[in-house]
């Protein structure tokens, strides 16, 4: 990898070599010490140009591979991850009153969210350091998407879900093979088993905050929505926020493509929680350090109460003068409504709380109703059709008659 120089802690700001089972700072030890990785640009203007990828025919992240802390000659899983489309989509700008919305709606990856941006690259380096099971903690999605990344690899999985995990997201574990372990607790104390179960068994881990070549898979959303606004940098990109990674992801590949003189400027980020768990934005608003929260929201991916990577997060936010907003699970339901009705957009809670949040900082003129805007959908809402149910009620139940049909409809079409 002569793109990668190697990992810089966040924290203390020692460099040190990008070797396998390196994750996090050595110095800063049990503190924590989350890395970033750090490249050479030249080298990877050197591999590739801008013109170059805009003309690629990989329809997928690895497009833009000299960005990515893989070795280009490493086995790479068989599915198309990434390279998800970005919509304009007219009816929702127009409920919304703005003329410059954008949608990355990301629950088209093979395993329906954004995760598997991060998966694929934790499949490829277990490989690479020739570890035959990988295992992660999650709140769902990264664990479902591990689990297809490694059943696309031919590696074992072994994933740690709280029990309040949708069904939808069990059932992508058991179908794509993994050893499930519904624990049945908060995702702290699931979190906290893994953490001991993968130091006991040495498996791969995926844990993204400590993990810091995850957030590097997860940095190419940001790569395609510089691409596909034809390298014209928006004026915010919006989303919701858990751990912090995804958050740090998307400022850290707009960084790289800044450095790597690709843009020419930077994007405000905004980041959205829930009001019924949002240690992160209260910490954001009140300018103070993060204390940890219940998990009390419908948007289970996002119910994080001890988030695993706040301080990359906190930093995305305020390196790009952006912002953080909380906003009721009724606003999340009433989101997905609104991207559904308006624009045929599934997402679920967490997949549309940027959307919410988006609404919130319009309302308040944060986000003026001219200025450029990506919102992304993190994750597809056939993954939690519960709540789906929840924000939209029941079908109109009928015999199969028309008298009684004409009855029904009366009044509603
Ligand atoms: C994981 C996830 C998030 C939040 O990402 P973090 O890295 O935990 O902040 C948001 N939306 C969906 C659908 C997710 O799966
Ligand atoms: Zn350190």
């Given at each position: 990898m002569k793109n990668v120089l190697g990992l810089r802690c966040i924290e203390c700001k020692k460099e040190v070599p990008a070797?396998?089972?390196?994750?996090?700072?050595p110095s800063c030890g049990s503190k924590g010490g989350i890395m970033d990785v750090i490249y050479d640009y030249q080298e990877i203007n050197r591999l590739t140009t801008r013109e170059q990828v805009t003309k690629?025919?990989?329809?997928?992240?690895?497009?833009y591979l000299p960005f990515?802390?893989?070795?280009?000659?490493s086995a790479r899983p068989h599915l198309r991850v990434g390279w998800s489309p970005l919509y304009k989509p007219l009816g929702l700008a127009k409920s919304l009153g703005m003329s410059n919305l954008y949608i990355k709606d990301d629950g088209q990856n093979p395993t329906a969210s954004l995760k598997d941006r991060a998966s694929i690259i934790a499949v490829i380096r277990a490989v690479e350091e020739k570890a035959p099971t990988v295992a992660a903690s999650s709140t769902g999605n990264a664990a479902s998407s591990l689990a297809g990344s490694a059943a696309a690899m031919g590696l074992k999985s072994v994933i740690f879900v709280p029990s309040r995990a949708p069904q939808g997201k069990i059932a992508q574990l058991l179908i794509f093979g993994a050893t499930v372990i519904s624990v049945q607790g908060s995702y702290e104390d699931t979190f906290r088993l893994s953490a001991e179960a993968i130091e006991r068994f040495g498996w791969y881990n995926r844990n993204a905050a400590i993990n810091p070549y995850l957030v590097e898979g997860k940095k190419t959303v940001a790569l395609e929505i510089a691409e596909q606004l034809n390298?014209?940098?928006?004026?915010w990109v919006i989303l919701s926020v858990g751990d912090g990674c995804t958050i740090a992801g998307v400022w850290k590949g707009f960084k790289d493509l800044y450095q790597a003189g690709w843009i020419d400027r930077l994007p405000k980020i905004a980041g959205v929680q829930s009001t019924g768990c949002c240690p992160l934005v209260d910490a954001f608003v009140e300018d103070r350090p993060w204390t940890p929260k219940e998990e009390k929201t419908i948007a289970d991916s996002i119910a994080v109460g001890v988030p695993r990577n706040p301080d990359k997060a906190l930093n995305a936010v305020r390196e790009s003068g952006g912002t953080m907003v909380a906003v009721s699970d009724e606003a999340i339901l009433e989101a997905m409504r609104e991207l559904g009705r308006t624009s045929g957009i599934f997402g679920e809670p967490a997949g549309v709380t940027g959307t919410a949040g988006l609404k919130v900082l319009l309302e308040k003129g944060v986000i003026g109703a001219d200025e450029k805007v990506v919102s992304i959908v993190t994750g597809n809402g056939l993954k939690d059709v519960q709540n789906a149910i929840k924000a939209v009620g029941e079908p109109i139940k009928v015999e199969p008659s028309l008298q009684e049909l004409l009855v029904k409809l009366e009044g509603k079409i």
């Open positions: 070797e396998a089972g390196t994750y996090t700072c690629s025919r990989d329809n997928s992240m690895f497009r990515l802390p893989i070795r280009p000659e390298w014209e940098v928006p004026d």
